[in-house]
């Protein structure tokens, strides 16, 4: 299609159980400046039982563009492939209900296919839209994450052309290693070339979307427009619950593709490596000018989440090992 904006833009929201944070994110995509295309909203339930659905009607008496679906609670990746078949637009963005969208969001989606009419992918910049410290952390890992797979690709092997890399100003690129998430806009197309979501994947599904996504030779292009706001939670338990299972789910997807067995060692060993200078990386850019202290504060919850990460990723890879030795009829340890 040569210009496939025309076709309209579905922004998929995915929800579950958080009725507040939902309200604030469509707020902000109710202020969303007129893209010059139609614009449809799409709302997820994956199964909430807090009054969302009774929510969502009272915003959408005002608002019919808001379409809402709801399904038993599945998991995330179930949702997003509802959004996909219930959209109607010709380009789908899915959205998180804890993200809040720049008022341009989906105006700067559609002139950026407009000026990239080859391009089927696309993802922004996320900036913390909290100010304590546990957002502060949470953004600085995640910040780490990002610049490290930017790093991914173009970067030769080595600590000093790594830690060059993360210094490196952002810029629109294809030659990275991120996933498409965070927001991402689609072609509709794609879905087609590559298939929806995989539903065994609870988490890490974007990772392993995105990998099918590189089979088909279709990029990701980065555009680090900081269009998207992420309210993280306060409650740090839960965010060393999340790394733990991403964890868990990233050991489903290095046995899913990795064509010899699993290499715990040697994922650990180059995980340190590059985790290492990223966290290092993030440190730096979220110190305060004069408070290089308080700074420090961060290095031990950034740990925390990524010794969490790699616990998950043990723990299954362990889970998985003693099922294999089981006789047959009998199951591994519970979850």
């Avoid at 806009?185 to 879905?191: D, H, L, P, Q, S």
């Amino acid at each position: 299609m040569s210009d496939r904006a025309h076709g309209g833009l579905s922004i998929v929201v995915l929800t579950y159980n958080r009725k507040d944070l939902l309200r604030g994110c469509l707020e902000s995509l109710f202020q969303q400046s007129d893209p010059g295309v139609p614009l449809e909203i799409v709302v997820v339930d994956d199964g909430s039982t807090d009054g969302t659905r009774a929510m969502v009607d009272e915003l959408r008496a005002e608002r019919p563009r808001v379409e809402y679906r709801f399904q038993d609670h599945q998991g995330i990746p179930a949702a997003r492939n509802t959004g996909i078949r219930s959209a109607s637009g010709d380009i789908v963005a899915i959205v998180a209900d804890d993200y809040l969208l720049a008022p341009d969001y989906a105006k700067t989606i559609i002139s950026f296919f407009r000026k990239e009419p080859s391009a089927k992918v696309v993802r922004f910049k996320i900036v913390s839209a909290g100010d304590d410290f546990v957002s502060r952390v949470s953004h600085a890992y995640r910040e780490a994450s990002i610049k490290r797979r930017l790093s991914e690709g173009a970067t030769p092997d080595g600590c000093q052309h790594l830690w060059k890399e993360f210094n490196t100003e952002e810029r629109h690129t294809v030659d990275h290693g991120l996933e498409a998430a965070g927001a991402a806009a689609i072609a509709r197309e794609v879905f087609d070339e590559v298939g929806l979501f995989d539903e065994s994947f609870l988490r890490a599904e974007d990772t392993e979307f995105t990998r099918r996504l590189r089979m088909k030779g279709i990029l990701v292009h980065y555009v680090p427009i900081p269009l998207i706001r992420h309210r993280y939670s306060s409650n740090l338990a839960a965010s060393v619950k999340t790394c733990f299972e991403s964890g868990r789910f990233r050991w489903h997807y290095y046995a899913k593709y990795s064509e010899d067995p699993v290499n715990l060692r040697e994922l650990v060993s180059q995980g340190v490596k590059v985790k290492s200078l990223a966290l290092c990386w993030a440190l730096r850019r979220t110190g305060q000018p004069g408070s290089l202290g308080r700074s420090f504060l961060y290095l031990p919850f950034m740990f925390l989440f990524e010794a969490s990460n790699k616990a998950g990723f043990f723990c299954e890879w362990i889970s998985r090992r003693r099922r294999k030795s089981l006789p047959s009829g009998r199951t591994g340890c519970a979850r």
